[in-house]
């Protein structure tokens, strides 16, 4: 029996302590000396012009260090590209405090700098600031023929693909068919912990920011363009997140503000988002999507067309991929897929859990329901006999996909034959039941990653990479990687992640940290393995004398041949035979394009909900929700199924309350807080079942792993809302829904 | 924040003196919707003096049969009382309803009667509110107003009165006392809370520097027949779109005696005597309940995204008429989750 056989086991979070100790500290905690604190001023108009800021008047309360808006920010970059952040969508980014001009409510417009938070805050208070109002709009529903079809955007959108076969003319021939419109308005992603940065002046102009983002290199670089900053003058720090879920995949004005008032103040200096500013800082984009389907008499899919159209800000392209999915998920020969954006008077959008794919999936996924009652076929059949083979998008194979396996466990699990076709025919507790499925893809993608490992002669071995924890697992799953790759037990691995100092990682985004980052992982404790190796086959009488790496292993603390476990040496003897105090390894990781070219890599799931509703009232109750996720190799079965639990959540969430609404006289969102953006509490929340259904990919990356950080939220929505139908007859288009939509 | 000064009171009369004494002040309890509304500079007083450690937090009897609430007792040690919970259960599970445990923890009974409007637009500086700022506008009126009046509302303001407790109250009908420069005075609940007319900066009838010092509940607590029944955006920790507070005193089949308010619907807890008189001397039918129900809403008026409140607040009225008929609740039932 081995000890150090870590991957796929469960164990507990290593950061766990840290939290609840209070010891892992958080963006707005770095409490460096001298710390001063700007509050961010935010604009009560949508589209304008400054005409003056009455600095002045704050400036002279005793206290106040500086008023910073676009009458005094210093000379900063010019260009637009000096603004682009790694996933910044084309178009010209925002920058914060450089014209007069308001494209957006609560733009910031100025920072007040001051020795107190609650100075800093009063001030702003204070602040008067003239403006000229011009009209705005920012209803989406009054450019659904003003869509245009966005450029190549940021990384990783796709344009739809072409469309294949006859789709216009095999939709008619169908001999069942629908045509369903759907929609949502916009969410916000709401992370407990608020935007910080707490930037620490070091001297001579050099700064060390702590700033709340998903990828700190993508801060450092912006930092530096927008700046003109140099490598050794900015060094970014994120070590814990409370929550990102794809809001700080971008550089924030918050990080921009905290910057520019410690380089003009050469002094530290925090800034804090509020609870209302969060809402101005990116969401999910306000969908509408129109879905045609039609069946063949076999109950085969002959044709679906998915066009769907979403809100951008007047600067920029945000892009996601939101129909594209539906050429993928199931056997059809005729498809149409279109994608469109409208411009609006407000921010931009930005990528939340399962960007696009959670808008689109809901289209599909309530649509195939549709189709299902349409055909007079049960919802999981049609799905059966529709199922694909190969990715027809690309024309090419799966390199694995075990969604047939997720059906079938998840169904079981449920107890999917007991449900009876007919809306309104299950009752229980004098309640209307209903039970619904839905299922979804999601991208396998890997991106170039580098780590460092070190090794001390004692036999600690530490693994650097500037990847993030917003509260996923990393630092669990890089030091089970670590651990299990040169056989030691967890306790003797560290994994240290989220600075600039380390090397570089890709921002942790789009479901790739454990195939990216655990690849590199792997590789920089594999390149220290091999110079052990070396080490050990100094001696003369070595019993590894000529072996190769790939024929040893590294097991409880030894290092021996694979297929003679008698010839070992102990680790920590050969380190300390060497005299060498550390040992250390460099290594990065790259998708292996040669292997993968001929597939597709994708991640599958599917969710079966069910959902009691009282019929005069109109409340839902979800009362169980089974998850199977098909995601390649589970690397810790703990933190793997919480994802899939916060998954679930959320689908619950975007089902049946979360929703931001704007006011478009104002151009204003309203519910800008917690009491009144509705997000999922305890109550809400049912008995949840995770199954992981294993998939052997070697094609993926060398570890197996897809990464399951937004596959598990997919489906989820649609099974609600197709269990709420099924319940009570009612076909619910536009989410969330609230029991007004049912009475 | 506005900058204050604060003093924490020890006797009722040091209170009102010390508040009398400061201008731009506030009493402040919990501090649970105080201290918000002055982060957001919705309220910025000058001075707050704390009440919530008054000798005001007992509970205890009264020699006509009730029972006195103190003013700064918490919701929590309210509704878990053992007198609330044997005579008074409408009012445990009202307060159960509402907040969260750790709100309820730090929230008075006198702040729960005072909260003010949870109205999107009042929260919030950058927009218009006649409340807020009289003569400013109501922003309410045409924009977003799901959690709106539909009962009672004015040109001049839609909001409503958001606590779940001050439902169950208007229909228990307690006495409020308070004690101001003036002296004490009792002023009957139903008179507490007011209608916005034309003057929303006034969400009740409180002089100037009055101190709520406690609630006196009469004997009769309609502990056998009684429902509260909160309708919601999730299934705990959000405000009512409506709720129903009903107590029956009942003979056999007949309803005796009857009391009915609304919540999440008006600027002040909606009781309405007109419907307990139809009530009275009739049997516990659905017929019945619907008749009532139907004349509750009769003048109802929508305001756009909250029109659907009519019709559930109808049907919530059927529906806790009848839970409260057949007598089946229990104190602490709504902590345990139900809806
Ligand atoms: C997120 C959130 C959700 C909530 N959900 C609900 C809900 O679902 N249902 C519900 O009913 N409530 C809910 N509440 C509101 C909560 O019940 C109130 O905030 C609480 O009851 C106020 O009591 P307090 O003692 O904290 O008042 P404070 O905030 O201290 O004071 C509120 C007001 O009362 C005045 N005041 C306080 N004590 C006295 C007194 N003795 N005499 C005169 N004036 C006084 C103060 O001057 C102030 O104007 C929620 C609150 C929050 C923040
Ligand atoms: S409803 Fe009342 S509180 Fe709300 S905006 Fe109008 S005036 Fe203000």
Redesign the interface.
Known sequence: MTQTNHIGKAPNRVDGPLKVAGAAHYSGEFNVPNLAYGYVVSS?ITKGKILKVYADEVRALPGVLEVFSHENVPYLAWFDKSYKDQIAPGGSPFRPLHAPDITFNQQPVALVVADTF?LA??AA?LLRIDYEQQAHETNLETKRTEGYAPGKGKTGFQPPPPPRGKPDKALENATHSIEAEYAHGAQHHNPMELFATTVEWRGNGQITAYDKTQGVYNVQNYLMGVFGLGKNDVRVVNQFMGGGFGSGLRPQYSVFMAVLAALELKRSVRVTLTR?QMFSIGHRPNTLQLLKMGTNPDGTLAALQHHALHETSQFEDYTENVVNWSGMLYKCENVKLGYELAKLDIYSPQDMRAPGAASGNVGLEVAMDEMAYAAGLDPLEFRLRNYAERDQNVDKPFSSKKLRECYRQAAAKFGWENRTQAPRSMRANGKLVGMGMGGGVWDASQQKSAAKALISADGKLTVRSATGENGTGTYTIMTQIAAETLGLPLKAVTFELGDTDQPEAPIQGGSWTAASVGTAVKNACDALGEKILKLAQKPADSPLMGAKYEEVEFVNGQLRLRLDHAQAVVLRDVLQASGKSQLEADSSAMPNMVKQNGYSLHSHNVAFAEVEV?E????I?VTRVVSAVAAGRILNQKTARSQVLGSVVWGLGMA??EET?M?H??G?Y????F??Y?I?????IPHIDVIFVHEDDDIVNPLGVKGIGEVGMLGVTAAIANAVFHATGKRVRDLPI???KL? | ???FTYSRATNVADAVRDKAGHKASAYVGGGTNLIDLM???VEQPAHLVNVAKLPLSKIEDLPDGGLRLGATATNSDTAWNEAVKKRYPLLNQAILAGASPQLRNAATNGGNLMQRT?C??F??V??PCNKREPGSGC?AI???N??HAILGASETCIATHPSDMCVALAALAPTVRVSGPNGERTIAFEDFHRLPADQPEFDNTLAEGELITSLDLPEKGFAKHFAYLK?R???????A?VSVAVGLEMDGDTITDARLALGGVAHKPWRDKAAEALLKGQPATAETFGRVAAHVVANAVGQGSND?KI??AR??I??ALKQAAEGKQEAGDMYL?G?
């Open positions: 009560p609650e805050r009063y208070a209302q009282d005069d009232l109109g409340t109750k049946l309350m609404v006011d006289k104002f204003r309203m519910n800008h807080n009491a009144e509705h999922p509490v305890n109550a809400d609230m029991l007004d009475l | 924040m506005y900058p982060k957001m500079n949870r999107y637009y929260y919030d950058a927009t922003s045409g924009g977003y799901r959690i309708l955006d999730r299934h705990s920790y959000a405000f779109l659907f019709e559930l049907r919530a059927v529906r989750g809806q």
